[in-house]
């Protein structure tokens, strides 16, 4: 047997009802559930051989097409979808319709019969299946918070700016901040690796980083200050870059900005007041004791927390390129910084804006991703997404370039490399976007010292270089489908 089974009432061999009648008595024969026969044998009965026969046959149904109209009408958003009469079957069995009621409502004899004529009735739609939500969709609040939370710790500098020769301290300064730079990026990626396993995994990890991360970077500050006083602020400064890395990591922005607050408060009050040598050391350091608190504080939340199951450590290998890439970064904007510390502000500001971009593109990519349905056509929506991004970051800072008096080119240039990097970073590609950076940071700082040509452009060429390298790269691997699937 070949082809579907029918499943409706027989043809017209069913509107006709034989009746075998006994020689004697009452016969009672139901034909439907609203037509019953009751035969008397003995009147209208005919003698063939020893049986008595009598056929009867079933009155047809006229539907009444004005309730079927409006049954049509009001199920038409469900009947259009519909394939097969089948399911609108299904749709009346759902609707509760019995036999009854659709041969005495509709005049239909059975359901297949109603649901084969809506069917017709009513033209075939296909909707479009709903979009589902965007799974990359940015939180802006959090996302221009953070960019706040990385510029505010500067305000210490212009608060104690009177207590410290900046001369001389800059340099001790400058080597403890790349170093907490650096390690903080690997920190924090090890720290999100170990989220995926549990938060209790992902706290210890930075119970036992921050630390490593604080020796290592006054060690570093000691060298160029011989171990002196100044090796104590860098101390400070380190302990508080690996506290403000924990809570950020962990989510707890709103936090870290309540414990900047005596900061804050200090620095926007400086125009109208002066305050004594005691304030000006006393509010950074009691920011920083408010920080250590709620770093404390969160740590011990996260090691609360059940351990997992699956407790199997990443290699440290993975996060080398992230600390690397954090090193490079931070040589390549203070590089900038000697020649225009308001560059320097900007850039850290407009790290908020860049972590929204960051989910921006991955949503529109998959939304990219949705709509084409070819490679090529998916490699030139990408391309599109991706200029468009780099359009709305880089376009402010062309203003706030000129406004500040720095290099547009130089400051461009810069924001681009290190927004590309960090979107490769993003998708995984960590040793691409390091390796890049590094020989651009490399390259720019071994020419500056050295006073090679060609002097002062070489910012602006390395950075261009590094951000044509980092678009090709990008564009190579997310211009395909499957980074975004």
Not at 340 to 359: D, F, K, R
């Amino acid at each position: 047997m070949s082809g579907p089974m029918s499943l409706e009432p027989g043809g017209s061999e069913q509107e006709t009802l034989a009746i075998r009648l006994a020689g004697t008595g009452r016969s009672v024969r139901k034909v439907s559930d609203d037509h019953t026969v009751a035969l008397d044998t003995r009147r209208i009965a005919r003698r063939v051989s020893e049986e008595y026969t009598m056929a009867l046959r079933v009155p047809r149904y006229r539907p009444d097409e004005e309730a079927v109209s409006m049954l049509a009408a009001e199920l038409a958003d469900r009947v259009g979808p519909a394939v097969h009469p089948y399911e609108v079957a299904a749709l009346l069995e759902s609707e509760g319709l019995t036999a009854a009621l659709i041969q005495e409502r509709y005049g239909h004899p059975n359901l297949f019969s109603l649901a084969t004529a809506l069917y017709e009735r009513v033209p075939r739609t296909f909707p479009e299946p709903a979009l589902p939500a965007d799974p990359w969709r940015p939180d802006t609040v959090r996302c221009l918070l953070r960019g706040a939370l990385f510029a505010l710790p500067g305000l210490a500098f212009l608060l104690t700016a009177p207590l410290w020769d900046a001369g001389r301290h800059t340099a001790v300064l400058v080597v403890a901040g790349l170093v907490s730079w650096a390690w903080g990026q690997a920190l924090g990626h090890r720290a999100h690796l170990r989220m995926a396993a549990g938060r209790r995994e992902a706290g210890r990890t930075l119970l036992i980083g921050a630390p490593l991360g604080v020796v290592l970077a006054t060690a570093a500050a000691g060298v160029p200050a011989g171990y002196g006083r100044v090796t104590l602020v860098a101390a400070a400064q380190s302990v508080y870059l690996a506290a403000a890395g924990v809570l950020l990591v962990l989510g707890r922005e709103r936090l870290l900005l309540a414990a900047l607050s005596p900061l804050v408060v200090g620095a926007l009050l400086l125009p109208w007041w002066d305050p004594s040598s005691e304030l000006r050391a006393g509010l950074p350091l009691l920011a920083l004791l408010g920080t250590l608190v709620v770093c404390a504080a969160a740590l011990r939340s996260c090691l609360r927390t059940p351990p997992a199951a699956n407790g199997r450590s990443p290699r440290l290998a993975w996060s080398l390129p992230y600390g690397l890439f954090g090193l490079s970064a931070g040589a390549l904007v203070l590089l900038e910084g000697t020649v225009n510390a308001y560059a320097v502000i900007l850039l850290t500001v407009s790290m908020g804006p860049a972590e929204w971009l960051l989910y921006r593109y991955r949503g529109m990519s998959v939304a990219a991703l949705r709509a084409t349905a070819t490679p090529t056509g998916f490699l030139l929506r990408s391309t599109g997404v991706l200029a468009l991004c780099l359009f709305i970051y880089l376009g402010p800072l062309f203003p706030a370039a000129i406004l500040t008096g720095a290099d547009p080119a130089t400051l461009l240039t810069l924001a681009a490399t290190l927004w590309t990097a960090l979107l490769l970073q993003a998708f995984g590609a960590a040793w691409s976007s390091a390796t890049i950076c590094v020989l651009a940071a490399g390259t720019a700082a071994l020419v500056t010292r050295l006073g090679l040509p060609p002097g002062a452009a070489v910012l602006p060429l390395s950075c261009c270089a590094a951000a044509l390298l980092l678009v090709v790269c990008a564009l190579r691997m997310l211009g395909r489908p499957s980074p975004h699937v």
